[in-house]
C-alpha cells in the first residue's frame, strides 16, 4: 500500500510500499517516529483515505472500495481523542450512538457498561473540554466503544497523558481483547508501550522495518547494553563522553548512571571512553525494546539528530552558585479550587528539576506562577533573587519559556517566528540578527528558514520553539512538556541539548509525562491535587519502591505507586 498528499506544490510520499497483517484477537501496534506514517495508516484503515496503489482489507472488507461499510462496524479514536469540547460527556455518547446507529433501548446499559469501565459515571454533565488530560483519553475511548466494534484503531491515544492514565488505559485494552475477542490496531511513540503489544509493526520513513513480537526484538540485543558508572565526572558529561565512544550506538541517563548499547556483544574498553582520566565501572544490564528500536534506526542510517555531532556552544551563565529558584508555601486558587496548595521548593544554578505529576496535578498551574503569567494567591517565589511580586517585568527577562504545544506563530516562517520572539525579549539590531543567524545554525533550522512553521515537522517545531526560548540567553529555562509526540531519536536530541545547557549554568525546570525522561533531571518533585508527595533524585525516588515482588522499580511504577498511595484514602471514602 503506497499513500501520497501534495504539500506546497511538490508530492510527499507518507507511505511507500507497506505491507503488514493485524491478527484477529491481537493487539498490533504500529511503533514509529514522527512521521513514520502511521497515522496514514490509521486513517486508510477507517476509509478516510484512499490509497494511491495496493490494497488494505478490514474484517474482510476492502476499505477503499466500500469505506462507509467498513466505518460502521470498527471504533476509531482518532489523535486527541475525536471530542466535542463544547459538548458534556453524555452529549458526545449520544452523538456518537447516532453516528453509529445504536438503538435507543440499547443504549442505558452500553453507557453503563462504558462509564463504569472508563470511571467517568460522576462527570456526565461535566464539558469534555473541562476533563483533564486523562479523562478526555478515557471518554474517546467510550466514544469509539459505543456500538460494541470488532475491531479497534487507536492512534497514539497517550500522547500528553500522565503514567496512571495510560496504563488506566492499557488495562481496558487488554479486556476488551481478553472478554470480547476484539482486534485491537494501536499506534504509539512511546517506545514502552510496544512491550504491551502482542506484535508491532515498526515504522520508519512511510516503510514497514519489520513486524514480530516485542520479545523477539528484544532478544537481539542479547548481551548488547550496560550500566556505566565513574566518578569524578558529572553523569551528563559521561553521557556525552561514552555517546560519542567508538562502537556505542544509543547512550541514555540513568539515575547516576548512563545506560549505553553497543554495535556488539561487548562493552567498550574503559580506556576507550575515559582514556585512563577517571575510573569507571561496567555491568552488563537487561536489554528493553527500546534498545532495539533506536539500534536498529541508527544502524540503517536513519538517525534524525538535529544539530549533528556539536553540543549547544554557552558560556557559563552570571552568578553564584547557589539556589535560583526559591518557593515558599506557594498556593493558587480559582474560585472555590485549590490548584496548588502550600508547596515549597528550591532550585540550584545548573541544577535540572523535574516536576512530575498527573494530569491536573497543578504542574502547569505552578509554572505559570513561576513564569510571572499568573498571580499567587499566596506564598511566596523568586527567579534569580528577584521577588516575582516586587519586579516580575525583571524577573521575566531572566527566564525562557518553552509551552506545551510549543506556542509558535504557524503562519509566521521560522525565521520571522525567531525575529518575532527576539524583538519580545529586547534585542535590537546587529545583536539581534548574530542570535537568528545562531538559531537556524544550531539548530538545524536553515533549510527551514522560509517555511510557515505551521508546516514544519514536529520535531523542528520543537527546535524552532527552544532557540525562541534561548534567543536572549536566559539564566532560568521553563520546559513544559517538551517532548509529547516527539519521536525518541527527536527526544534524544533535545535532552542532549538540555544537558549543554545544564553544564553551562542554567537552570532548567521541567514537566514531563515520559518518565524515563525523569532519569535526566538531577532531582524530582511529585504532585498530586495541588500538593508535593515527594521530592529527592530519581535513583532514590526508585528505590523507595524496591521490594522482593519489584527488585527493579522503574520510574514510572514509583511515580504510579506514589499516585495510588496518595489517592488512596480519598477513593476508599468515596
Known sequence: ?????????????????????????????LIGSDGSGKTT?????????????????????DAAADPQRVQSIIGYMPQRF?????????????????????????RPGRYADLMHMTGLAPFTRRLAGKLSGGMKQKLGLACALIAAPPFLLLDEPTVGVDPVSRRELWVIV???????????????????????????????GGGVLGQDRPQAYTRRLEGRSFRVSASGISKRALQERIGRAPGVLDATIQGSHVRIVTERAAPPSPAQVAGGEFPLEIAPVAPRFEDSFISLLKEQGKSASAGGDRAI???????????????????????????VSDISFTVRRGEIFGLLGANGAG?????RMLCGLLPASGGSLSLAGLDLRVAPARARGRIGYMAQKFSLYG???????????????????????????????????RPFADAPSRDLPLGFKQRLALAAALMHEPEILFLDEPTSGVDPLGRRDFWRRINALAEGGITVMVTTHFMDEAEY???????????????????????????????????????????????APSAGAA
Open 82 to 106: 475525536g471530542l466535542y469540547e463544547d459538548l458534556s460527556v453524555q452529549e458526545n455518547l449520544d452523538l456518537h450512538a447516532d453516528l453509529h446507529g445504536v438503538a435507543h433501548p440499547d
Open 313 to 339: 556552544p554557552l558560556a557559563r551563565a552570571d552568578g553564584a552558585d547557589g539556589d535560583v529558584i526559591v518557593v515558599r508555601n506557594l498556593s493558587r486558587r480559582f474560585g472555590d479550587f485549590q490548584a
Open 521 to 567: 533531571c538531577d532531582r524530582l518533585a511529585i504532585m498530586s491535587r495541588g500538593r508535593i508527595l515527594a521530592e529527592s533524585g530519581s535513583e532514590e525516588m526508585r528505590a523507595r519502591f524496591r521490594s522482593a515482588a519489584l527488585p527493579n522499580p522503574t520510574m514510572e511504577d514509583a511515580f504510579v505507586a506514589l499516585i495510588a498511595a496518595a489517592e
Open 1 to 29: 500500500m503506497s499513500k501520497s498528499f501534495a504539500r506546497a506544490g511538490r508530492i510527499v510520499a507518507a507511505l511507500d510500499r507497506v505491507s503488514f497483517i493485524a491478527r484477529r484477537a491481537l493487539v498490533t501496534g
Open 363 to 367: 504542574k502547569s498551574t505552578t509554572f
Open 411 to 445: 503562519d509566521l516562517s521560522a525565521r520571522e517566528n525567531l525575529r518575532f520572539f527576539s524583538a519580545a525579549y529586547g534585542l535590537a539590531g546587529a545583536r539581534r540578527q548574530d542570535r537568528i543567524a545562531w538559531a537556524l545554525d544550531e539548530f538545524a533550522l
Open 174 to 204: 487488554h479486556r476488551l481483547v481478553e472478554e470480547r475477542g476484539a482486534t485491537v490496531l494501536l499506534s504509539t511513540s512511546y517506545l514502552d508501550e510496544a512491550e504491551r503489544c502482542d506484535e508491532v509493526v515498526l515504522m520508519q
Open 41 to 61: 495508516v490509521m486513517r486508510l484503515a477507517a476509509g478516510l483515505y484512499l490509497p494511491n496503489a495496493g490494497r488494505i482489507e478490514v474484517l474482510g472488507i
